[in-house]
């Protein structure tokens, strides 16, 4: 698989083969097939029909493991989308410098916009899902931080590295209407009540369709404890202007968090456009139409 980080551990079929073999010999002898993906800090394989494997590309990513093992089987029975089932939590070995894990395979394809037969209707079941994982009791659930990536933390914490981000980009981006953009987010009043619990990083790549209708949202990594905004993201990384509409409608978004919720997603695209820009079309594509959303929302207005 192409490496996207420098300090990438490269991971491969065999690799995965010798794992098996030594920590869950049952599954040992089962069909391994890399799944392409644009995700960034894991590595996925197919595990027979019915199993996937989740290898940890980057030190960064490796407290996902225990996090999603921890909390996936407490947060599944109260939501109304499937989520992916982790099975066994491998160690290191072979080589191998990270903790990994097996889970459930999810069958679907990416939710983009074209999958989806309404996407007024896939906003409003996201809008669902939030709500459902929103009302859980967050009791020793992790706040945002480090271990999330920081999603969910207050926007002034970002502000660093969306100015380095803007910096890389001049001249590819109009980084003039988006430092306007991001600073009014940064205006925008903080999250002043109780944390609420968060998937962190709801965008296509992130969510499931079967049949056309959104079925699953699987990628944890960026699960914690913060504030809401964080999730409407996917407003911009996913939906259009109706079917954004649709969404705000369907979780009744205050004005504050809206505008927060844009500068989570312009930030996201900003942070990621400059960092892949020569090693995942995949990210550089994400991130140039969630910045364009963005900013066709704000100056339609």
Partial sequence: MAKMHPDEFETDPALVRRLLTAQFPQWAELEIRPIPSGGTDNAIYRLGDALAVRMPRIGWAVGQVEKEHTWLPHLAPHLPLAIPMPLAMGITGEGYPYPWSVCQWLEGENATLARLVDPTQAAWDLAGFIKALQQIDTKDGPLAGAHNFGRGVPLIE????????????????????????????????????????????????????????????????????????????????????????????????????????????????????????????????????????????????
């Fill in 158 to 301: 970002r502000d660093a590295a969306v100015r380095s981000a803007l910096e890389a980009l001049h001249g590819l981006i109009d980084t003039n209407a988006a430092t306007a953009i991001w600073e009014m987010a940064l205006r925008a009043p903080v999250w002043d009540r109780a944390p609420v619990w968060l998937h962190g990083d709801l965008q296509s790549g992130n969510l499931l369709a079967r049949n056309r209708r959104l079925r699953a949202v699987i990628d944890f990594g960026g699960l914690g404890v913060g504030d809401p905004a964080c999730e409407l993201l996917v407003a911009w990384t996913l939906f259009t202007k109706e079917s954004r509409a649709a969404f705000r409608e369907a979780l009744v978004v205050d004005d504050a968090s809206w505008l927060r919720g844009q500068g989570w997603a312009l930030s996201v695209g900003l942070i990621a456009l400059p960092y892949y820009l020569h090693t995942s079309p995949a990210m550089v594509e994400f991130a140039q139409r969630t910045i364009a959303e963005v900013m066709g929302d704000h100056f339609s207005l």
